[in-house]
C-alpha cells in the first residue's frame, strides 16, 4: 500500500485546515486508516483512526475539534480539522493498517498554527 498525504499550510489558531491522503496498491487488503502527528521534539502520537465500517476513534486532544472521514469510491481519507490551536503544529502523518496487520506510512505534513 502506498500513502500520499497533503493539505498542509500555515493557519491561524481558530483557523480550519483539511488533510488528504490517498492510498494506492493493496486497497482491499486495507482493514483501517489514521492519522498520527508528531510535534518538534516529540514522540510521534495518535490523532485517530477510522475502520472500514466507519468507526471512528480520536485523541482526547483532539476530540470534537477534528473529524477522520474515508471515501472508498476515491480511496481518500480525510482529516478535517477546526478550531486549531498553535498545539496542534505539527508533522501529520496517515497511515493504514491491512488485513494481516501490517503498518504502512504516507510521508508527512506539515501543519503549522500561528498565535
Known amino acids: 500500500v502506498q500513502l500520499q498525504a497533503s493539505g498542509g499550510g500555515l493557519v491561524q489558531a481558530g483557523g480550519s485546515l483539511r488533510l488528504s491522503c490517498a492510498a494506492s496498491?493493496?486497497?482491499?487488503?486495507?482493514?483501517?486508516m489514521g492519522w498520527y502527528r508528531q510535534a518538534p521534539g516529540s514522540q510521534r502520537g495518535l490523532v485517530g483512526t477510522i475502520r472500514r465500517g466507519g468507526n471512528t476513534d480520536y485523541a482526547d486532544s483532539v476530540k470534537d475539534r477534528f473529524t477522520i472521514s474515508w471515501d472508498n469510491a476515491k480511496n481518500m481519507v480525510y482529516l478535517q480539522m477546526n478550531s486549531l490551536r498553535p498545539e496542534d503544529t505539527a508533522v501529520y502523518y496517515c497511515c493504514v493498517w491491512t488485513s494481516s496487520a501490517r503498518l504502512f506510512w504516507g510521508q508527512g505534513t506539515l501543519v503549522t498554527v500561528s498565535s
Open positions: 496498491g493493496s486497497i482491499s487488503s486495507i482493514a483501517s
